[in-house]
């Protein structure tokens, strides 16, 4: 059972643009809800988290946006640049259990 | 801190043959995880440890596959005999405490042919 579902699977936007990925989760133990990012031939990065007593987060270009009550999570970049063509994950965590990761989404972002 | 270190960052091996991967994780940090990297798959985790001792192996994939920690600085994830189909891309991963983000290491590309 897929404990976290993310899309879409890839994504391309153009230089400017908004960039949106969406999770959504069963379990409502979880308790941290992180996304990661990934380069080619890097390990996943932590690029920005929440945990669910906020609706929203934001650091810099990069927003998360957490729905409670719909169990769904979102990462938005805004003015969206080519070097943050990357792989995206989001994943969840609880004190209970260990991080699990979405399948990832890649992202292009076209000059 | 250097961050979570792997080696070797790429490893090409026969099939059948042992196959070590080494890890060392942040100072301080308590949790080491390995994790497991592929297409079909996605990012699986396959055994975790705290404070050395390991908690929870059930994703390791066979007994072809073990992990040990001597001491809170060193792992190992060994691969014995290998198999084409172990060809993936293993990270190791620290965190202090178990409700936090976890830093990765750069990974172990391994390829077995």
């Known amino acids: 059972q897929q404990q976290v579902k993310q899309s879409p699977q890839s994504l391309i936007v153009q230089k400017g643009g908004i960039s949106i990925i969406n999770c959504a989760y069963e379990?409502?133990?979880?308790?941290?809800f992180p996304w990661y990012q990934q380069f080619p031939g890097k390990g996943p990065a932590l690029l920005i988290a929440?945990?669910?007593?906020?609706s929203e987060k934001k650091e810099g270009r990069f927003t998360i946006s957490f729905n409670k009550s719909a169990k769904q999570f979102s990462l938005h970049i805004m003015d969206s640049q080519p070097g943050d063509s990357a792989t995206y994950f989001c994943?969840?965590?609880?004190?209970?259990?260990?991080?699990?990761f979405g399948k990832g989404t890649m992202l292009l972002v076209s000059p | 801190d250097a961050g979570v270190i792997q080696s070797p960052r790429h490893e090409v091996t026969e099939m059948g043959q042992e196959v070590t991967l080494r890890c060392k994780p942040i100072?301080?940090?308590?949790?080491l995880f390995w994790y497991r990297q592929t297409m079909m798959r996605g990012l699986e985790l396959l055994i975790y440890?705290?404070?050395?001792?390991?908690?929870?192996d059930s994703g390791m994939p066979e007994d072809r596959f073990s992990a040990k920690m001597p001491n809170a600085s060193f792992s190992t994830l060994k691969i014995q005999p290998s198999e084409p189909r172990d060809s993936a891309v293993y990270f190791c991963?620290?965190?202090?405490?178990?409700?936090?983000?976890?830093?990765f290491g750069s990974g172990t590309r391994l390829t077995v042919v």
């Open positions: 991963a620290s965190s202090l405490g178990q409700i936090d983000g976890y830093t």
């Open positions: 379990n409502t133990a979880f308790d941290y």
């Open positions: 929440i945990r669910p007593d906020v």
């Open positions: 994943a969840v965590l609880s004190g209970y259990s260990t991080l699990t």
């Open positions: 100072s301080g940090h308590d949790y």
């Open positions: 440890f705290n404070n050395n001792v390991p908690i929870d």
